[in-house]
């Protein structure tokens, strides 16, 4: 199964930055510069508004509250960000699984040279 997994994992890891990049192409294409950066959501501008508030002031007061919202915001991955670390966390298991497996059928692969083991799990 993990042999499997590490020749299947170029498509693995293909796949989900293709669902990413189809999930938000409407905004790449319009926005490209909002493509990472983070924004206030129509809900929350008019829910942060304050009763006949004039523009302006409103403005000056988002602006104001960007730093302190950045710095909430940065403790939480981006998409991307959590995408690639499931497909690292995906591939490193398939190896563990191959390494849990040739330690099963023959202790001695694992007793022996480094780059032995290195030969096994990439043949």
């Given at each position: 199964?993990?042999?499997?997994?590490?020749?299947?994992?170029?498509?693995?890891?293909?796949?989900?930055?293709?669902?990413?990049?189809?999930?938000?192409?409407?905004?790449f294409?319009?926005?490209?510069?909002?493509?990472?950066?983070?924004?206030?959501?129509?809900?929350?501008?008019?829910?942060?508004?304050?009763?006949?508030?004039?523009?302006?002031?409103?403005?000056?007061?988002?602006?104001?509250?960007?730093?302190?919202?950045?710095?909430?915001?940065?403790?939480?991955?981006?998409?991307?960000?959590?995408?690639?670390?499931?497909?690292?966390?995906?591939?490193?298991?398939?190896?563990?699984?191959?390494?849990?497996i040739?330690?099963?059928?023959?202790?001695?692969?694992?007793?022996?040279?480094?780059?032995?083991?290195?030969?096994?799990?990439?043949?």
């Open positions: 199964m993990g042999i499997v997994m590490l020749i299947l994992s170029p498509c693995l890891m293909i796949f989900p930055l293709v669902y990413l990049f189809l999930r938000h192409a409407e905004e294409y319009n926005h490209p510069s909002t493509a990472s950066s983070r924004r206030w959501s129509n809900l929350s501008l008019w829910i942060l508004r304050e009763y006949n508030e004039v523009e302006h002031f409103f403005k000056h007061r988002m602006n104001n509250s960007t730093v302190y919202s950045l710095d909430y915001f940065k403790q939480f991955p981006t998409p991307l960000v959590s995408i690639v670390a499931k497909f690292i966390s995906f591939v490193s298991g398939g190896l563990a699984g191959i390494l849990l040739l330690g099963f059928l023959g202790e001695s692969i694992l007793e022996g040279h480094v780059s032995c083991l290195l030969l096994h799990v990439c043949f």
